[in-house]
């Protein structure tokens, strides 16, 4: 069984400033990873995925991750958050296979840009 | 192109009552999920359909929670009778099939946030 373990409930960061966002993952099977975010009342929208080639993923608003299969972890990064970044954060596993691509989600990290 | 549709955003029941979600996927998606996401946690996968088949649902409480995707198309998800610990959102997802211009994601509808009084 797969399992994402996102080792910061909560992260607060001001303006402008940089941002990590950790995660961590098991599985016995090559795995598909990913970030989506979650603004207030809203469902969950796709920041970035890593499905093969290059460790390095850019995705949207400026976010990027780096895929570490030795370290079995793929940390979001952001190098100067803005206001609007304040929302709450879930990376997630997947195992492809015939039937879809079924995620398995960590607990979530909650990101409050401070002014 | 048109997003994952849920209604209703919003219900408010007390225990013991049932209520009834609905999801329309991504037109050409065959395969249809339903998570709960509780407040402060990450979602948690309860039923996974394709096309109108259960492909999975270990995670499904199934003495009162149950859902159909009847026509391969829309699904409804049902909890009768609810519980306090019912409180949550219910994400609804889509994707298409491997082969299908599949790209890896889940495309997520807003959320049914239920509260159970």
């Known amino acids: 069984a797969q399992s994402v373990t996102q080792l910061d409930s909560q992260v607060p960061v001001f303006e402008e400033a940089p941002v990590e966002l950790r995660c961590n993952y098991s599985s016995s099977v090559s795995v598909y990873l990913f970030w989506y975010v979650q603004y207030p009342n809203q469902g969950l929208q796709l920041l970035l995925k890593?499905?093969?080639?290059?460790?390095l993923v850019k995705g949207i608003n400026g976010f990027e991750a780096e895929f570490n299969k030795s370290q079995t972890s793929f940390h979001l990064r952001k190098p100067s958050v803005h206001i609007s970044d304040t929302a709450e954060y879930f990376c997630?596993?997947?195992?492809?296979?015939?039937?879809?691509?079924?995620?398995?989600f960590g607990g979530g990290t909650r990101v409050l840009v401070k002014p | 192109e048109a997003g994952v549709a849920q209604s209703p955003r919003y219900k408010i029941i007390e225990k013991r009552q049932s209520v009834a979600f609905w999801c329309n996927p991504i037109?050409?998606?065959?395969?249809l999920y339903w998570y709960q996401q509780i407040l402060g946690q990450g979602p948690k996968l309860l039923i996974q359909f394709q096309n109108n088949g259960v492909v999975d649902d270990s995670q499904l409480p199934k003495d009162r929670f149950s859902a159909e995707r009847l026509k391969g198309v829309d699904s409804t998800l049902k909890i009768q009778p609810a519980k306090l610990e019912d409180s949550a959102v219910y994400l609804c997802a889509s994707s298409s099939l491997p082969g299908q211009g599949n790209t890896g994601e889940l495309f997520f509808g807003e959320g049914s946030r239920l509260t159970v009084l």
């Open positions: 890593y499905l093969s080639g290059s460790t």
């Open positions: 037109s050409g998606h065959a395969t």
């Open positions: 997630a596993v997947s195992e492809n296979d015939a039937a879809g691509n079924k995620l398995t």
